[in-house]
């Protein structure tokens, strides 16, 4: 299939009567790639815990953080970014490629929308390399098969999981969808993760009123329950944590919350 013809089919399947994750994602970082089923959605979620756009903005300094972590300290040139949603600043290629550009990336995500975005706007240096892959979190064997036609899974990788491990019902096995992606990586790769807590009654709150109308349901999780997604793995300190919390920049302009709303980590695969 043509990237023209790709594009045509994924602007087919996108749905604008209900709200999606990364459309929503996207309003709070005060983006313009939303509908306004997706803008409703996401000031109910701001009415209700006014704090949302700034952890959606925390959750993205994470991100920079930890790649920046991985590539420089870790000596990691591979990513596959599961989740990826719609393109924005500081996306995990721009970052490991302004300080590694022969880093490659891997983004994958099933919103069509996120692929029609995606196929104009992530593209990397000519050193390296940035491919997109359609699939669901809920495959990680589609998922690998597609990553591995960009990046060589017999070198150390690391799998950025922030925001989508929440995405999986329990009875969808969150963690058997992380054994089943780290599995087959060599030692030395990483998994970089976070999600949202269940430890706010606002939060709580907002995220059932955002899950009766949404595409996509959200699952607030225990920090204990976050942690053990690392398990069997080797944390990078500080260990499992919240997400301002996890290796702050000196000169941060932000303070932490005063309310624990997300939990994060990276990890080395022994």
Same mark, same amino acid.
């Given at each position: ?24 994602? /996207? ?6 790639? /939303? =509908?306004?089923?997706? @803008? ?8 209700? =815990? ?6 959606? @903005? ?9 790649? @920046? ?10 990513? &596959? ?8 600043? /500081? ?15 891997v983004y994958v995500d099933n919103d069509p929308i996120v692929l029609v975005h995606a196929r104009a706007l992530l593209t990397g240096t000519p050193e390296g390399a940035a491919y997109y892959v359609d699939a669901d979190v809920r495959n990680p064997e589609l998922i690998l ?70 595409? /996509? ?11 053990? =997604?690392?398990?069997? &793995? ?33 990890? @080395?695969?022994?």
């Amino acid at each position: 299939m043509s990237d023209s013809d790709a594009v045509a089919s994924a602007w087919a399947r996108v749905d604008t009567t209900v709200p999606h994750s990364a459309r929503v994602w /996207n309003f709070l970082l005060g983006g313009k790639d /939303n =509908f306004p089923v997706d @803008r409703e959605a996401g000031e109910t979620l701001l009415r209700l =815990f006014p704090d949302f756009a700034m952890v959606a @903005r925390l959750q993205r300094d994470f991100l920079v953080r930890s790649v @920046r972590y991985l590539v420089r300290e870790a000596g990691i040139r591979q990513f &596959l970014d599961i989740g990826t949603g719609l393109p924005t600043a /500081n996306n995990t290629h721009e970052v490991a490629q302004g300080i590694a550009p022969e880093s490659r990336v891997v983004y994958v995500d099933n919103d069509p929308i996120v692929l029609v975005h995606a196929r104009a706007l992530l593209t990397g240096t000519p050193e390296g390399a940035a491919y997109y892959v359609d699939a669901d979190v809920r495959n990680p064997e589609l998922i690998l098969e597609g990553a591995a036609t960009t990046l060589d899974l017999g070198r150390p990788t690391a799998v950025m999981m922030l925001s989508i491990a929440g995405q999986v019902t329990d009875d969808d096995d969150p963690q058997g969808i992380i054994d089943r992606l780290l599995e087959p990586l060599v030692p030395g790769s990483y998994l970089a993760l976070s999600d949202g807590t269940n430890t706010n009654p606002a939060l709580i709150e907002a995220v059932t009123a955002y899950n009766a109308s949404s595409a /996509n349901t959200y699952q607030l999780r225990s920090p204990e329950r976050i942690a053990g =997604f690392f398990d069997g &793995l080797e944390l990078v300190e500080p260990g499992v944590v919240p997400t301002p919390e996890w290796r702050p920049e000196p000169d941060r302009w932000d303070e932490p919350s005063p309310v624990v709303s997300a939990f994060c980590g990276v990890a @080395r695969k022994p």
